[in-house]
């Protein structure tokens, strides 16, 4: 019975010290990463310290059949912590789109966001302002901003959740004008319009987002 006790045991401390390595990998923590690691030496010397005497020497099991034993242990531990990992992991995709890539000087210029959660599962995130994304125009060249979302003047922490397979959307009308200037007209060129969620740890705008997609537009004169 005790010797049923030990096999046991030991196979527990192997399962437990592998899914805990694989996920501090996974988690790709630096600072964690580098204090689990003398933790996980002291661990692992420890359990085999106990399979050298309990296994080996009291139970007279062979140095092979532990070997194999952990071997074992080890493929299913990972199998189940990559799969359990898989599972719990956000998938998000997001993109930007126009309903046209060229726009006559004041024409509306419709503007998409969507986010997919292609996970497994539910998903949420926080966005520093109100509305789960912001919006940004620059001309194309000058580094000029011409227009940004109004949300970005609401800072307002919000949780938005998404369900698996499915998406939130968002729509913007820009008008064309200079939301800085509105005296001034928008001249033809090339302009970029970029999209993101605000990080709810920076400042706004945000300069680290969480994600973000952008895209170009032509306005001509004709």
Not at 80 to 108: C, M, Q
């Amino acid at each position: 019975m005790k010797f049923r006790s030990h096999i046991l045991l030991f196979s527990l401390a192997i399962f437990i010290l592998t899914s805990v390595g694989l996920f501090v990998v996974y988690a790709r923590n630096k600072v964690l990463l580098f204090w689990s690691v003398f933790s996980y030496i002291i661990a692992g010397s420890l359990v085999f310290a106990f399979a050298l005497h309990f296994l080996i020497g009291k139970s007279k099991l062979s140095v092979k059949k532990v070997l194999l034993l952990t071997f074992a242990v080890i493929v299913v531990a990972a199998t189940t912590t990559h799969s359990v990992w898989t599972i719990i992991t956000p998938r998000w995709s997001f993109s930007l789109s126009t309903d046209k890539s060229t726009y006559a000087i004041g024409e509306n210029v419709r503007i998409t966001a969507s986010l997919e959660n292609r996970g497994f599962i539910t998903h949420s995130f926080k966005s520093s302002i109100r509305e789960p994304f912001a919006i940004m125009i620059i001309r194309w060249g000058y580094s000029r901003q011409v227009w940004f979302s109004p949300a970005l003047l609401v800072p307002e922490e919000t949780e938005f959740t998404i369900p698996s397979h499915q998406s939130l959307e968002r729509t913007f009308i820009w008008n064309q004008t200079n939301i800085h200037h509105p005296e001034e007209k928008i001249e033809p060129g090339r302009y970029y319009i970029r999209a993101w969620i605000e990080s709810v740890t920076s400042d706004i705008p945000s300069w680290d987002p969480i994600l973000f997609a952008g895209t170009k537009i032509n306005i001509t004169t004709t």
